[in-house]
């Protein structure tokens, strides 16, 4: 699926330079967040501000290729269960009053503690499952981090840019610090005010490691704000006003007050709003019990179900046209190994095969198009349904 992304437009004034305001990034979360703590980011809410305090070994970049992170290289054993990692030397933790000299630098040895606690019982994290495959680890010295697996799994290093990974200070979790409203990561951004379900404020970390192309530090923003309204009709209209800056996604209830029926915005927000869209990874699917009384275990019926469904015209009118038809099997766009050879709408293929059905099996079931229609929309909705 495509997803569209919301950008405020504004003129430059002298006032904005003076008063640094356009430098905060706000927008509204409508999820609820539960914790600042990467070990339990498991909503898209949680690990969007997560990823601005933390960071691990690897990470990914937006056309989902790893990249080094704290981690400048790394090799992996000709056996393919060894991974040998190599720390930056300019990484440090967030400045906070639980270090004895405000800060210290990140080392194989916070690895080694952030690594047992997810994997720890007691810790009860959700993500502790991306440690299933790994046998051992630990620090050689402050630069060196080795993981060792049970069996050579391609896709760990993949499972090192989740949230669940990143690194954290022992000083985080003693003398009752409490580390889930107020962590402290190495981000490009630092914990400054968590007021639950009201606001959120980080401020820029005045010495993050990581650079642009041209050699200027980063963050370019000083803060980033998030309000927590819980109704998405009342974000919009904060959007609108231009009290936030962003909104991912299109709910219901102002999807045809922004877009056209073409997925365009309406010329009242040309000049006000910036449109972003890309592929969206994730598929929404219905799946079906088959036991010996249904009448999808006959494939005739399945593939009547893939081929009696207009899903452009889905698309089309339900989503004003954002979104990929869900054609081409169970991968979405954007990832390897899609289906290219999918299936297209054709009413009279899906017809003639519930004949065949009804006249070779004598089902009495009255099975037709228009009892199935509530089925096929379910089932073929475009791939994705989200947000960013």
């Known amino acids: 699926m495509f997803f569209p992304v919301l950008w405020l437009v504004f003129s430059c004034s002298e006032k904005q330079s003076q008063d640094r305001e356009h430098l905060v990034f706000r927008y509204n979360e409508s999820s609820n967040i539960a914790t600042l703590d990467p070990a339990f980011a498991r909503t898209q809410a949680e690990i969007w501000i997560t990823n601005q305090l933390f960071n691990g070994l690897v990470q990914l970049d937006d056309s989902l290729n790893i990249l080094p992170d704290i981690a400048k290289e790394w090799t992996i054993s000709e056996q393919g269960k060894r991974y040998l990692f190599v720390l930056r030397s300019d990484v440090f933790f967030h400045k906070n009053p639980t270090f004895k000299d405000s800060t210290r630098k990140v080392t194989a040895r916070d690895f080694e503690f952030s690594f047992s606690r997810l994997k720890d019982k007691q810790t009860a994290s959700p993500g502790a499952w991306i440690m299933r495959n790994v046998k051992d680890f630990k620090a050689l010295n402050d630069t060196l981090f080795e993981i060792d697996l049970e069996k050579p799994f391609p896709a760990f290093l993949g499972l090192l840019t989740m949230k669940y990974a990143s690194v954290v200070p022992k000083e985080g979790f003693e003398n009752g610090y409490d580390f889930r409203k107020k962590p402290i990561g190495t981000g490009a951004f630092c914990f400054k ?93 219905l799946g079906f019990k088959l036991d010996n009384q249904s009448v999808l275990t006959d494939k005739r019926i399945r593939l009547a179900l893939n081929y009696g469904f207009d899903r452009e015209k889905l698309v089309a009118y339900l989503r004003n046209n954002i979104g990929t038809p869900a054609t081409n099997g169970f991968v979405p766009l954007g990832l390897n190994g899609r289906y290219e050879n999918g299936f297209e709408y054709n009413y009279e293929k899906a017809k003639n095969l519930i004949e065949d059905y009804k006249s070779e099996t004598n089902n009495p079931i009255k099975i037709t198009l228009s009892t199935m229609l509530p089925i096929l929309i379910l089932q073929n909705t475009c791939n994705g349904n989200g947000r960013k």
Do not use: C
């Open 193 to 285: 005010f968590w007021e639950e379900n009201v606001k959120l404020v980080l401020r820029k970390n005045p010495i993050y490691f990581e650079k642009d192309q041209n050699g200027n530090p980063l963050p370019y923003l000083e803060a980033v704000a998030v309000t927590f309204l819980p109704d998405k009709q009342s974000g919009f209209m904060q959007f609108v006003q231009g009290k936030s800056d962003f909104i991912s996604g299109l709910d219901a209830s102002y999807k045809d007050e922004i877009l056209s029926p073409k997925g365009e915005l309406q010329p009242a927000y040309h000049d006000k709003i910036k449109m972003l869209s890309g592929s969206y990874l994730n598929t929404e699917y």
